[in-house]
């Protein structure tokens, strides 16, 4: 029988917390510490099967795939440098499993007969440590919550859904005091997983089925971006065979932010995850160049998606003289009107136009093996020795290619935007001639060199798929910042999809910047093909921004669009702003200067955000390095990041620029603690 604990309920029966009585904190701790101890075991004992399958893995290849997932699993086990436990959960008795307590954790932790030490965060039993009211205590006596430095419990939270009374939760508003402690720590470094202070709005989306397409709506300090890269870890738990072949990919608006969200999933035990951007799916067409913004927003317009698939067969024409096939049993000459006939059958066979093109060439062969039988007889003549005898003869082959050229994307693309007669031919009654000469281009010399946009990558991917290569499908797909996709864009990131529906998308429509950005998520249904099931959430509790920074940059809504719901900012101590108006242009440079020195000496990581030549001029003066706490860093680099204090510098020429009210907007609510704005120009109108 399991030992029983001095509190109530059973766990693990090698764990017998604090057995003389002396104090819950105590028993507690004692009971971390012993959970450890037990980590540990287990990661003597994955190290030692890892290095058994590593013996084996040179002549067995199931024992090679075996050492990874062990190592994997030994990486897992092995990063100590968040908490491993952080609260528990008494069933009250009468509950489907009659009063037992579960410690609720980072991962499972079992002893040496397997009995659960530690409950992972995603099993079912967890669910109420999360969504539990003293209105609904969904079968809890009582819930207790740790305070952790490192592996030593610091302080308790008790929640007794017997007596509500004994709850701390009044003084929080409603909000459980780790979580107050978790907001109010420094911001340094990456971003860190929110796995003990889940809210039940975010478990509930957390949660969701592998099947629905679920987007998020959500303000700034909502926690969307962890919301989804903690619902990607739960679907790999629940789903681990599946998506353990298909894979999870998430998709971030540049670099910066990958950076910044990388270690959370590893945090969490999950290791293999593919985490980039939408560009860096296509790394042979390294982005070189920026363009116009109606030349990015023509570029997105899904109209450009049949402009490419007509060009895909722009160059198929059948060739003026005949073409002769020679094989052993002889020569067959197909002349055009036959070439023209088989070309015009295979472009109406439908399909990807390199499919197309390959049933082209079969049925050429095919005619040329029909008449050879006619002549010959069927029996002497057979259809594989004339298909080898054709890839054989080099003249008959180039001629075919003159007839159907191949293709590849990048060309294909690069033909329609440098070719003006092309783009004329396959944009005619879709595209008018004003926007036929926005989208034509010089060439460079080579496609190596050819100054590729952002916009142009989607434009690609549609390519290779209109061609019908493959891109490599995912079972689930995370898209983050994904405001500011366009209709081409959101085609490329839904042929991830395995099904067309495993997707979470996440995004904030007040934070929409871009030039070909849809505004309406009903807009983003209907351009991802309208999958079924497809759910909107909403997440519109701010946990991040104070209140007093969030009500400023909420005055900018009504100027970014009609309706959006404002961020309910939680935290209400902080200060307003400080706003601090300068009397010449060179003197915001120098004010910006002192203040990010001054903020420097107190915070451990500060934001400049500024006007793209502002910003330049700023990173010279705050170029990264060790002990360097400042960045100064442009507005569309800020999406989804955070800062203890920023300082936003000259905010009307940030609202100034394209998509500007929604690029303000966001350098406004990046930060965490303390916010300067430093200004010559006045202050955008909204703000005053």
Not at 32 to 57: F, S
Not at 595 to 624: G, M, W
Request: aromatic share 4%; charged share 25%; glycine share 8%.
């Amino acid at each position: 029988m399991a030992g029983a604990s001095p509190y109530r309920g059973t766990v693990s029966s090698s764990l017998q917390p604090d057995p003389e009585g002396t104090g819950v904190h105590q028993a507690e701790q004692a009971y971390l510490d012993q959970a450890y101890g037990h980590l540990a075991r287990m990661g003597e004992r994955t190290a030692a099967a890892a290095e058994d399958a590593a013996e084996r893995a040179k002549a067995d290849w199931n024992a090679a795939v075996a050492h990874g997932r062990l190592m994997d699993r030994l990486a897992s086990i092995s990063d100590d440098r968040r908490p491993l436990c952080f609260g528990r959960i008494d069933e009250e008795e009468g509950a489907p499993r009659p009063g037992p307590s579960w410690y609720i954790g980072r991962r499972h932790v079992e002893d040496s007969s397997g009995a659960p030490v530690v409950v992972d965060w995603r099993a079912p039993v967890a669910v109420p440590f999360y969504r539990a009211t003293y209105l609904d205590p969904l079968g809890l006596a009582l819930r207790r919550r740790f305070i952790l430095d490192g592996r030593t419990i610091t302080d308790l939270l008790d929640e007794r859904f017997d007596d509500p009374e004994a709850g701390a939760m009044a003084a929080a508003a409603g909000l459980p005091d780790p979580l107050l402690a978790e907001l109010g720590r420094a911001r340094s470094g990456p971003m860190r997983d929110i796995v003990a202070t889940i809210a039940a709005e975010q478990d509930r989306i957390i949660r969701s089925p592998l099947e629905i397409p679920l987007i998020v709506q959500g303000g700034p300090g909502t926690g969307k971006t962890a919301v989804a890269l903690h619902r990607a870890a739960y679907l790999l738990y629940e789903h681990r065979d599946y998506l353990s072949r298909q894979g999870v990919l998430v998709l971030g608006p540049n670099r910066r932010f990958l950076a910044y969200i990388a270690e959370v999933l590893p945090s969490l035990g999950e290791m293999t995850v593919v985490q980039t951007t939408l560009p860096g799916l296509i790394p042979s067409a390294p982005v070189r160049a920026g363009e116009a913004e109606e030349v990015a927003r023509l570029k997105g317009d899904p109209r450009l998606a049949e402009v490419l698939a007509r060009a895909s067969v722009d160059d198929v024409r059948p060739p003026p003289e005949s073409v002769a096939a020679n094989t052993r049993w002889g020569t067959v000459h197909l002349d055009p009107k036959d070439l023209e006939e088989l070309i015009g059958q295979s472009l109406e066979s439908g399909g990807a136009a390199g499919l197309r093109r390959s049933r082209f060439r079969r049925a050429v062969i095919r005619r040329v093996a029909l008449e050879l039988s006619e002549r010959r007889g069927p029996a002497l003549v057979g259809a594989e020795e004339v298909t080898a005898d054709l890839r054989r003869d080099a003249p008959f082959q180039r001629a075919l290619d003159r007839a159907w050229p191949n293709q590849s994307a990048a060309g294909l693309v690069r033909g329609l935007l440098g070719r003006g007669s092309t783009l004329a031919r396959a944009g005619s009654g879709l595209l008018d001639p004003a926007e036929m000469r926005l989208l034509t281009r010089r060439p460079a010399r080579s496609a190596a060199q050819e100054p590729w946009t952002e916009a142009d990558v989607a434009l690609i991917d549609e390519a290779d798929s209109i061609l019908g290569s493959s891109a490599r499908r995912y079972g689930h797909v995370v898209i983050d910042e994904a405001q500011d996709l366009s209709p081409m864009a959101w085609r490329m990131a839904a042929r991830r999809s395995a099904d067309g529906r495993s997707m979470t998308i996440l995004g904030d429509l007040a934070q929409a910047t871009a030039p070909a950005a849809l505004r309406r998520w009903e807009d983003v249904i209907s351009a991802i093909g309208r999958p079924p099931g497809a759910e909107v959430a909403e997440l519109s509790v701010g946990y991040r921004v104070p209140r007093p920074i969030m009500e400023f940059a909420n005055r900018l809504l009504p100027s970014i669009a009609v309706g959006l719901r404002p961020t309910d900012a939680v935290r209400p101590w902080g200060e307003p702003p400080t706003v601090i108006p300068v009397g010449a242009v060179a003197d915001v440079h120098l004010q910006v200067v002192a203040r990010a020195e001054t903020l420097a000496a107190t915070h451990q990581s500060v934001a400049v955000i500024a006007p793209p030549e502002r910003a330049a001029a700023l990173r010279a003066r705050f170029a990264p390095g060790p002990g360097q706490v400042v960045s100064a860093i442009e507005p569309v680099e800020a999406k989804g990041l955070e800062f203890d204090a920023v300082i936003v510098a000259e905010p009307a020429d940030i609202f100034g620029l394209s998509g500007g009210p929604g690029l303000l907007y966001i350098a406004l609510t990046r930060a965490v603690q303390e916010m300067v704005v430093v200004h010559h120009a006045a202050l955008p109108h909204p703000l005053l």
